[in-house]
């Protein structure tokens, strides 16, 4: 992950599985914090964790290519 504000590479800070309590599929993501030291960034990133059924690919993000 890249900070917005130097485009530097971001450093991974933290990195912790957590779940959606407020759904029913009991779907894991692996949770990654990552943080920019010059600029004070911090930024997020969930990722859904085994497989994703075709049920559950709704709840997938469309991520545009930069």
Do not use: F
């Amino acid at each position: 992950m890249h900070c917005p504000i130097c485009n530097e590479e971001m450093t991974l800070w933290k990195e912790e599985l957590a779940s959606n309590k407020k759904s029913d599929s009991n779907v894991t993501y692996l949770r990654r914090r990552y943080r920019c030291k010059k600029d004070d960034v911090w930024g997020r990133l969930e990722v859904p964790t085994g497989v994703i059924t075709g049920a559950d690919q709704r709840h997938v993000p469309v991520v545009a290519a930069q």
